[in-house]
């Protein structure tokens, strides 16, 4: 039931940019707040990015959300090998009335 | 601090039903909706509704209208997500959420493991 597409997977080496995109349409990315989780192995989810590009108090700026149209994206600088996770993208989506979740990406650090 | 701590895993025959638990501390309960998300094994996350702890009011998604209750007792701080006419496709992971004033899911509960199996 994902609305919202996501790459199933990305990968980058220890101080690498990765960037994962979020696509979804004019009933939900377009028109509300976009959300970042991440889920390492065998853990709850854990909220990233919230309201499109803010960090949670204790989210390090490595971890970036932008929005544009029907799309955003996640991007992570820097990165490590603790960044090794599922990332989920979330938004509402007014013709569901309902929040939608990406199918979420699974990056890896080489 | 803020705690959602979740009932135990739990194993089911087809066509029976399943009510999990989500004991929250360290906040105002009826200050803040609780929301129920699941995900099958290998597979993304899927809202299933909230519920508001003040009122009781509830918000389904739609897949899961008739079959899910969402209550609450505020006594004891408590949300609980009852599914009901269990299919083996429902088995997953169900987690509890608490959305914030920016509606983030900001605080998870660490997941209860709801196997359906004949």
């Known amino acids: 039931q994902s609305v919202l597409t996501q790459p199933p997977s990305a990968s980058g080496t220890p101080g690498q940019r990765v960037t994962i995109s979020c696509s979804g349409s004019?009933?939900?990315?377009?028109?509300?707040?976009v959300y970042w989780y991440q889920q390492l192995p065998g853990t709850a989810p854990k909220l990233l990015i919230y309201r499109n590009n803010q960090r949670p108090s204790g989210v390090p700026d490595r971890f970036s959300g932008s929005r544009s149209g029907t799309s955003a994206s996640l991007a992570i600088s820097g990165l490590r090998s603790e960044d090794e996770a599922d990332y989920s993208c979330a938004a509402w989506d007014d013709s569901l009335s309902g929040y939608v979740f990406g199918t979420g990406t699974k990056v890896t650090v080489l | 601090q803020v705690q959602l701590v979740q009932s135990g895993a739990e194993v089911r025959k087809p066509g029976a039903s399943v009510k999990v638990s989500c004991k929250t501390s360290?906040?105002?309960?009826?200050?803040?909706?609780v929301h129920w998300v699941r995900q099958a094994p290998g597979q993304g996350l899927e809202w299933m509704g909230w519920i508001n702890p003040n009122s009781g009011g509830t918000k389904y998604a739609q897949q899961f209208k008739g079959w899910v209750t969402m209550t609450r007792d505020t006594s004891i701080t408590t949300a609980y997500m009852e599914l009901s006419r269990l299919k083996s496709d429902d088995t997953a992971m169900y987690y509890c959420?608490?959305?914030?004033?920016?509606?983030?899911?900001?605080?998870w509960g660490q997941g209860t493991m709801v196997t359906v199996s004949s």
């Open positions: 959420a608490r959305s914030n004033i920016e509606d983030a899911f900001d605080f």
């Open positions: 360290g906040y105002t309960f009826t200050d803040y909706y």
């Open positions: 004019n009933s939900n990315v377009a028109s509300n707040y």
